[in-house]
C-alpha cells in the first residue's frame, strides 16, 4: 500500500535550514496498522502530513499502491488525497459554520457521492462514534473529545484505502478512546492501512501490528528488511 524511500523534509526559514525529517524509509502493507512514536519535534507529523500528501519531500520517493506519488503536481494530489486517504488531525481541522453531519459529509461531497447517499453514510458514522445525538451541533457546541470523533467520522467518510491518524485518542477518555481504536483498527481487516502517531504506549501496543520510532528525524526500522 505505502512504500516511501530515502523521505526527507527540510524547512528553509531565510538563511536556515531545519530538518525534520532525515531519509526516512516505510512500507506499510494493506491490512496492517503501524505506530509512530517519539518525543515531540522528532518529525512525527511532518511524516504522517508527507504520507498524506499534504506536504512534498525534499528528497525522497513515495509510491501509494505503487505509483509515484510524491512529485505530482498539486490538483493530483489533492484528487488522490480526496479518493485513498483518510487523515485525523491532532487540531481536528473542522469548519467552524457546519454541523457536525456537514462536515463529515465534505469529503463526499467533493467526490461527487449523491447527496441522500452521503447524508446517510455521514449519519452511521457518526453513530458508530457515538455522537448520534449530536449531529446537528456545531464545532463550538462540542467538546473535544466530540470534536475528534467528528474528524474521525469524517476520515472515514470515503472509505480511504489509507489511514492517517494524528494523536487520534489525545482528547478523548479512556473508555472512547478504545472504542474509537477499536474502530479504527478494524479497518485492517477490510484491507486498509493504518498508520497511527501517538505518545500513547497502551494505544501502540495494543492496536498496531508494529510499532516505529523516531528521533530527530531519524525513523528507526520502517522498511521491509526489519519486520
Not at 452511521?124 to 464545532?139: A, D, F, I, N, T
Not at 469524517?154 to 480511504?160: F, T
Not at 494524528?166 to 479497518?187: C, F, Q, Y
Amino acid at each position: 500500500m505505502v512504500e516511501a524511500q530515502g523521505l526527507s523534509k527540510v524547512y528553509r526559514l531565510g538563511r536556515v535550514e531545519v530538518v525534520a525529517l532525515r531519509r526516512a524509509s516505510l512500507v506499510v502493507d494493506a491490512g496492517e496498522s503501524v505506530a509512530i512514536m517519539g518525543p515531540s519535534g522528532s518529525g512525527k507529523s511532518t511524516l504522517l502530513f508527507l504520507l498524506g500528501l499534504l506536504l512534498r519531500p525534499t528528497a525522497g520517493t513515495y509510491r501509494l499502491q505503487g505509483c509515484e506519488v510524491g512529485g505530482l503536481p498539486p490538483g493530483e494530489r489533492a484528487r488522490l488525497r480526496a479518493r485513498h486517504i483518510g487523515f485525523v488531525f491532532q487540531t481536528f481541522n473542522l469548519i467552524p459554520g457546519l454541523s457536525a453531519l456537514r462536515n463529515v459529509e465534505l469529503p463526499a461531497l467533493y467526490n461527487g457521492m449523491p447527496r441522500r447517499r452521503r447524508r446517510e453514510r455521514a449519519r452511521e458514522l457518526l453513530e458508530r462514534v457515538g455522537l448520534g445525538e449530536r449531529l446537528r451541533h456545531r464545532p463550538a457546541e462540542l467538546s473535544g473529545g466530540e470534536a475528534q470523533r467528528v474528524a474521525i467520522a469524517r476520515a472515514l467518510m470515503n472509505a480511504p484505502l489509507l489511514v492517517l491518524a494524528d494523536e487520534p485518542t489525545g482528547n478523548l477518555d479512556s473508555a472512547t478512546g478504545r472504542r474509537i481504536m477499536d474502530l479504527l483498527a478494524g479497518l485492517c481487516a477490510e484491507g486498509r492501512a493504518l498508520v497511527v502517531v501517538t505518545h500513547n504506549a497502551e494505544v501502540a501496543e495494543r492496536w498496531a501490528h508494529r510499532v516505529l520510532r523516531l528521533r530527530d528525524g531519524v525513523l528507526e526500522g520502517g522498511g521491509d528488511g526489519d519486520r
